[in-house]
């Protein structure tokens, strides 16, 4: 089993910036990637980023346009989410998830974490 604990959520302004992070624990060593969600009241999950183990496989939603960047410390089992110009759009609660990257990539896991919550809001 493997255990995700997402953090780093919160409210911030239109054009700021907030960093996630996403602590792995349990048997980390049989998942190949993680990756990061998220979703909006009304709305279907939308993959957002993934990154496998030797950050050599990296992806991103068509969305992200340069604006977030997923990375990882293998020493501390965690993964990171920067997100830089944040729109309202972007507010949603946003999951971390952790499998195959062909899998995350088509939106299935067998691992979730329990969501925080990011608000864009003036």
């Known amino acids: 089993q493997v255990q995700l604990v997402e953090s780093g959520g919160g409210l911030v302004q239109p054009g700021g910036s907030l960093r996630l992070s996403c602590a792995a624990s349990?048997?980390?060593?049989?998942?190949?990637?993680m990756g990061w969600f998220r979703q909006s009241p009304g709305k279907e999950r939308e993959f957002v980023a993934s990154?496998?183990?030797?950050?050599?496989?990296?992806y991103y939603g068509d969305f992200v346009k340069g604006r977030f960047t997923v990375s990882r410390d293998n020493a501390k089992s965690t993964v990171y989410l920067q997100m830089n110009s944040l729109r309202p759009e972007d507010t949603a609660v946003y999951y971390c998830?952790?499998?195959?990257?062909?899998?995350?990539?088509?939106?299935?896991?067998?691992?979730w974490g329990q969501g925080t919550q990011v608000t864009v809001s003036s």
């Open positions: 349990g048997t980390i060593s049989s998942i190949a990637a």
């Open positions: 998830a952790a499998d195959a990257s062909s899998r995350l990539r088509l939106g299935m896991s067998d691992y």
């Open positions: 990154i496998n183990w030797n950050s050599k496989s990296v």
